[in-house]
């Protein structure tokens, strides 16, 4: 019995792993096609506090005054101007939270963000205005933003929509 030539049984290789590659990428485009995507009314910034000082920022400093009054001294950050999700959800303790789910490449550079800055403080900026500025735990590498603070629902629902204008 003869057997096939090498070069035959490699290319035979080869295209198969090639048509599977080709489906897992289609698979995996269609997945992202799919997540819904929802425009913010006005870009989110998120910026890692460097410096956070009590009181209105005086004028001509730099930085961004923030809601107790505080300023907020900033580094470069990620500007995030779609989410597929953002939810007000109960937490354990009674108490709401704000989910924003991020997409595409927002999803690993707020990874990034927030792997440099663990224990630090990151500052959301809509026009201009320092809307929260939640301490980071950890890392945050699937994509979903959780705020919370001993948010009342009105609170939370308030929150929600200085955030995303929805």
Not at 69 to 93: F, I, K, M
Request: charged fraction near 15%.
């Amino acid at each position: 019995m003869r057997r096939p030539p090498r070069t035959l049984m490699i290319t035979s290789v080869v295209a198969i792993a090639l048509c599977a590659c080709a489906v897992a990428l289609t698979g995996v485009l269609l997945s992202v096609a799919r997540q819904p995507r929802i425009p913010l009314a006005e870009p989110l910034l998120i910026y890692p506090v460097t410096q956070h000082v009590p009181g209105a920022c005086a004028p001509g400093t730099p930085g961004i005054t923030g809601p107790e009054p505080s300023c907020y001294q900033v580094a470069e950050g990620l500007v995030v101007r779609t989410v597929s999700a953002v939810d007000v959800e109960p937490l354990p303790d009674g108490t709401y939270g704000i989910s924003l789910h991020l997409v595409g490449a927002d999803r690993s550079a707020f990874a990034n963000l927030t792997r440099a800055r663990s224990g630090g403080q990151l500052a959301l900026v809509v026009n201009g205005q320092v809307v929260t500025a939640p301490r980071v735990d950890a890392p945050v590498t699937g994509g979903r933003i959780l705020v919370t603070g001993q948010f009342s629902q009105a609170n939370a629902d308030k929150l929600a929509y200085d955030l995303t204008g929805k």
